[in-house]
């Protein structure tokens, strides 16, 4: 199963759209979303030593609502598959995406994400953390 996580990874972040392409059966067409060796505040993503457990979930923001003040340890794909967010890291400008936009979430840095649209946001969270350890920290 360590095959896995890469496995993952590359179905996530795409090499490219030629090469992906390449590779895919007729009648399969991919479209990259996403690749990235930072996080959105342009520090370098880190994969954890030990075994890696890759955990999504989809996450509902409703319209004026917001997360927890929190942060990660592990590299976080976050997608937008409805509506729009905005995401204030500590000390940081504020960085808007909306629906079909992917981003790499800060590592080791407070940050909180805020819905300022009139329509719920959905969005796909794909934590690429250590097994038995957490990938989200609040205060």
């Known amino acids: 199963m360590k095959w896995f996580p890469a496995v993952l990874i590359s179905t996530v972040l ?5 090469v992906a392409q390449d590779a895919l ?4 067409k991919a479209e ?14 880190k994969l954890p030593q030990g ?4 955990v999504s979930v989809i996450g ?17 794909y976050v997608y937008v598959m409805e509506g729009s967010l ?26 909180q994400a805020f819905n300022k649209g009139d329509s719920q946001a959905k969005i796909l969270v794909v934590f690429m953390g250590e ?5 989200t920290v609040t205060e």
């Open 14 to 18: 795409p090499i490219s759209a030629a």
């Open 25 to 28: 059966p007729s009648g399969f």
């Open 32 to 45: 990259p979303v996403l690749k990235a060796t930072q996080s959105a505040d342009g520090d370098p993503l």
């Open 51 to 54: 075994n890696v457990e890759i």
């Open 60 to 76: 509902t923001i409703e319209a004026g609502g917001r997360t927890a003040r929190h942060q990660h340890p592990v590299p976080v």
């Open 86 to 111: 905005e995401v204030q890291t500590e000390g940081g400008e504020p960085r808007s995406y909306k629906a079909g936009e992917a981003f790499m979430e800060s590592v080791n840095r407070w940050h």
């Open 131 to 135: 097994e038995g350890k957490p990938t």
